[in-house]
């Protein structure tokens, strides 16, 4: 993972040690581990101890970076054209890469409009789409913050 990405996703995130409830109400610790969803056998399997309630941040990168793996794998198995858009595109791949990791992959595939834009290369309706979507209102500048890289090719 390069490490740009990794530094932007961990301040987009922001840690927290202990577990907290998100914006939609979901148990999370770490650099947004959901912790209702994956649950505490995954948190066990991918920081080798049983869940707690909290973790360093040397374990809330393992369980990001588990996360990460996992969540690219299955958006390029559900997407195979967007590997076109890693190689080509590895900032707007890094931003539909964010999105995933924030809301799921299931979540993601939702924004059929957004991702026919990405296949069909219209970075500008791609970025209208994404600020227009509820997932924006949720995660506020970091919305604006992506949009803007998707719309640009350029990491912020």
Do not use: C
């Amino acid at each position: 993972m390069h490490t740009h990405f990794r530094a932007a996703l961990q301040q987009s995130e922001g840690f927290r040690s202990r577990e907290y409830v998100d914006t939609v109400g979901k148990r999370t610790i770490g650099y947004g581990f959901n912790v209702s969803d994956r649950g505490e056998a995954e948190f066990a399997a991918l920081v080798g101890r049983a869940y707690s309630g909290e973790v360093s941040i040397a374990e809330a990168v393992r369980l990001m970076d588990g996360v990460l793996a996992k969540t690219e794998t299955e958006l390029l198995a559900r997407v195979p054209w967007i590997g076109s858009v890693a190689l080509e595109f590895p900032v707007r791949y890094s931003v539909l890469l964010d999105m995933a990791y924030n809301m799921g992959v299931p979540t993601l595939l939702t924004f059929k409009a957004t991702l026919a834009a990405v296949r069909d290369r219209e970075y500008d309706l791609v970025a209208s789409h994404m600020l227009k979507s509820k997932w924006a209102r949720q995660v506020g500048r970091r919305a604006d913050r992506l949009a803007r890289q998707m719309e640009t090719g350029v990491a912020a």
